[in-house]
């Protein structure tokens, strides 16, 4: 079974907005923090936002004040709200939980493909 899947990906001109969605098993959303990661061409993987269970969110400083990370408890599903999208934001866009336990493995959803483009 697919553990996160995203979705809400796509083209958009510099300036729009996008929404993105995670949705997970109750499991492991209840156990994990959430975040959101990015891949663009030719870079590594790199962190845009972390949302714990408590509330307290962190976020990249090429993203913060334009980005908002959240989280619908009731759907078991995490969101990355993405305003004022620059070029530079076109990359794969993955979700990620990460189990507070120490010896628990991150999960991964398979990525969505956000394009930033006139």
């Known amino acids: 079974q697919v553990q996160l899947v995203e979705s809400g990906g796509g083209l958009v001109q510099p300036g729009g907005s996008l929404r993105l969605s995670c949705a997970a098993s109750?499991?492991?959303?209840?156990?994990?923090?959430m975040g959101w990661y990015r891949q663009g061409p030719g870079k590594q993987r790199e962190l845009v936002a972390t949302?714990?269970?408590?509330?307290?969110?962190t976020y990249a400083d090429s993203v913060k004040g334009r980005f908002t990370i959240s989280r619908d408890n009731a759907k078991n599903t995490v969101y990355l709200q993405m305003n004022s999208l620059k070029p530079e934001d076109t990359a794969v866009y993955y979700c990620?939980?990460?189990?507070?336990?120490?010896?628990?493995?991150?999960?991964w959803g398979q990525g969505t493909q956000v394009t930033v483009s006139s």
């Open positions: 990620n939980a990460r189990p507070v336990r120490a010896d628990s493995r991150d999960y």
């Open positions: 109750e499991t492991i959303f209840s156990l994990s923090v």
């Open positions: 949302l714990t269970r408590g509330g307290t969110t």
